[in-house]
């Protein structure tokens, strides 16, 4: 039962990977797009396509955290007493992103358009670069059983950092894939040009940051490499492979199929990273089955994501196809 | 001074920088909350007229307020994300011990946001995309989530307050049964309470501004619907609430004597307890305020013979800090004294109404009905600093008190300074956010106002030209 609800975190993760990601990735580019005439543009496409989705996305981050809680209670304290500072700072960076974008769309053609819009890109950087570091931390096993483990050194450490780094790449990564086949779906090759280069450079640097963290993993984190080139590798393999596959059919592959293999290339990676923890859910002193909950917890929230998939996959795909059909119309 | 007497000298250093942040926060986001239950029921309401009357006054109405609650939602959003951070990041204490049981009704909430947060974007994305009674119905599926998602919510909080349901040795739960943690012995009422409170902040602050258009002259028919629809609702709701409040504090009295003691500020054990108005607790002493003979004792037990436990029942080592209590008695009168005025502005409005049958043009009476959003606004505040302040010291009664729950990790001031700041920032941006929605609906028509899920604008749209004077 714990490592069915372990399983059911990282769909979680995964998801927040992905359209989480997404929506971060989104607010990369759009930071990058250049002053406010020359970007305005490239904004335009990123505010259209995120505008729908933005809220739906960020969701799954507060089912990871309640499914932490309420079933790996011991593990969640020992998380948050640890790396509390990048906790702190990616709940910030959540508040300014979300009000700012929200406040941007109101405010159009005016000076707290421009205000709100630097606002949200550079917290849609710095949040999933601390996500990253955060992910690191964790996967690098230094989250003390019992908490309160050193408060920087915990996210300032060469996984971390790779974990940070390989996050906004990936995200941006992600972000272009989808916002390469959004400017081909409204026809519009000038800018459609633009992001599909965006997503070959950005997925280039993706791999040459996953190629380096080979090492950086091997030096920092032995055990996470070994278990990663063990019992992780088919899923990585698979990632490099779909990764490589949608960055050579972006200009001429059908856009649902290149998001597709770039989505594949992503929730690989971080299965990946589940696939290596296990059976532990910090380093080597807790496995998930010492840290789980009462069984009755479990159950409940084992029924939760049942009712959730029942509910809400309908509901999110209702959300993704009216988004699409509006490009359409 | 007062910050210093809330705060023990044995107390953990950490407890009054986690307590300022949380309150503030907390105070923060359930001024949002209103907005997400209670305006989107509304919006629905002029929306429902909209199709069922052909009424473009009501839609218009259904169409801009739908954009106001999408601003609100977007922000309560992120400030419920930090909520959830808060929780782990403040109170390990309580959610690494009780987190099996305290925790799963987040989950359930999380469901329900999640559908909310869907049909909100399809909502705003549906004006004139969708039918328009399928579109209205997915607006139905926000009102009825949000529901559940205060119920949810809600069993969590009452849980700390009457905690049942959980077996626990050695510090740790071992047992859970999760019908009984969320339908605790309080759920129910503070369910109903906190909902009914939400459409009354909601009612009676968007009444309010139409009230000032009208107030102002603006008599058309856009404003009186505009006025009517949230009014009617708040007034509907407002008796009930006073059954519903009265209720509560007696089972207060039952099942949670030591706050009950804190709201009626009664020092020793007796009958015959007098209802202080006002007062302060000093030295386990009242001071101040005017008494009024029995009267404590008849709304307890509805004879005067009923007897109150006092503070003097309450193990020494558990007793709340003077200054504690007296915000909690304090507190209880601001939130019975405001509730009393919105009744009488209820009872008011009936009788206007009742006598002409139309929208009241009484200036006196427009002008308090524009102040009784803000009023309503003090009522929740204080009526939710009862709840929390009143079961100090525990977190969890009887099973976890604050100073054991809070963090010990680094220094927590730096935190709550930037949150200060950052929320600031977003509490001005959104209301310069409302005001210039409001403008450019004014000078530009419903189109020129794009929100965090809707279509950009399209200038090109036909504008319904009607209520373009603002709001």
Known sequence: MSTLIAAVLFIGVIAYALFGGADYGAGFWDLTAGGPARGSHTRELIDLSLSPVWEANHTWLIFCLVTIWTGFPQAFTAITTTLYIPLGLAALGIVARGAAFAFRHALTQSRGEQISGVAFACSSVLTPFVFGTIAGGIASGRVPLAGHGDALSSWVNPTSALGGVLAVTVCAYLAAVFLTGQAQRRRDTSLERAFRYRAFGSGTVAGLVAFVGVFVLHADSPRLFHQLSTAGAPLLVVSGLCGLAALLLLRRGRPAVVRTLAAVAIATVVAGWGVAQYPYLLGTHLTIRQAAAPAASLWVLFAVSCVAAVLIAPSLLLLYRLQLRRKLG | MLLSALVGTADPPQLLP??????????????????????????????????????????????????????????????????????????????????????????????????????????????????????????????????????????????????????????????????????????????????????????????????????????????????????????????????????????????????????????????????????????????????????????????????????????????????????????????????????????????????????????????????????????????????????????????????????????????????????????????????????????????????????????????????????
């Open chain 2, 18 to 471: 986690a307590r300022e942040q949380m309150a503030f926060t907390l105070g923060f986001h359930i001024i949002l909350v209103p907005f997400g239950v209670a305006f989107t029921f509304m919006m629905l309401v002029c929306h429902y007229r909209a199709l069922r009357r052909d009424d473009q006054h009501a839609l218009l109405l259904a169409q801009r307020w739908s954009k106001v609650a999408a601003v609100l939602f977007a922000v309560g959003a992120v400030s419920g994300t930090v909520l959830t951070f808060e929780l782990g990041l403040l109170w390990p204490g309580l959610m690494g011990k009780y987190g099996p049981a305290f925790g799963f009704p987040f989950a359930i909430e999380g469901l329900f946001f999640f559908l909310e947060a869907i049909f909100m974007a399809i909502y705003i994305y549906g004006w004139k995309r969708l039918p328009p009674w399928p579109h209205f119905f997915t607006g139905l599926v926000v009102t009825l989530a949000s529901v559940g998602g205060t119920a949810s919510v809600i069993a969590a909080n009452s849980w700390m307050n009457q905690p049942t349901g959980v077996t626990v040795s050695n510090g740790h739960v071992v047992g859970v049964t999760p019908s009984k943690v969320f339908f605790n012995g309080a759920f129910w009422w503070e369910m109903v309470h906190m909902l009914l409170a939400a459409y009354i902040v909601a009612g009676f602050m968007v009444a309010g501004v139409y009230a000032w258009g009208l107030f102002k002259g603006r008599r058309d028919p856009y404003h009186r619907l505009g006025f009517l629809v949230p009014f009617t609702v708040a007034a509907i709701a407002m008796p009930l609430q006073f059954l519903v409040g009265d209720t509560i504090a007696r089972q207060v009295y039952d099942r949670e004597p030591s706050k009950f003691s804190a709201i009626e500020l009664v020092p020793t054990t007796s009958n015959h307890v007098p209802e202080t108005l006002g007062g302060i607790f000093v030295d386990a002493k009242v001071r101040y305020g005017i008494r009024l003979p029995d009267v404590a004792s008849i709304l307890a037990g509805f004879t005067p013979s009923t007897t109150i436990k006092g503070f003097d029942a309450i193990p020494v080592a558990v007793r709340p800090a003077d200054a504690v209590v007296s915000i909690v008695h304090l507190s209880f009168d601001v939130m019975v004294a405001t509730a009393s005025l919105l009744l009488l502005l209820s009872l008011w409005f009936g009788w206007l109404w009742w006598r002409r049958r139309e929208v009241p043009t009484n200036r006196w009476f427009l002008c308090s009905s524009a102040v009784a959003g803000l009023v309503a606004l003090v009522s929740l505040e204080s009526g939710w600093v009862v709840t929390e302040v009143g079961r100090q010291p525990w977190t969890v009664v009887g099973l976890l008190q604050t100073k054991d729950a809070v963090a010990t990790q680094g220094n927590l001031w730096p935190l709550f300074a930037t949150v200060l700041a950052i929320y600031l920032c977003v509490a001005v941006g959104a209301l310069f956010v409302l005001r210039t929605m409001r403008r450019r609906w004014s000078e530009e028509g419903t189109d020129a106002v794009a929100v965090p899920y809707g279509p950009w604008p399209t200038p090109a749209m036909d504008e319904r030209a009607v209520g373009a004077d603002g709001v």
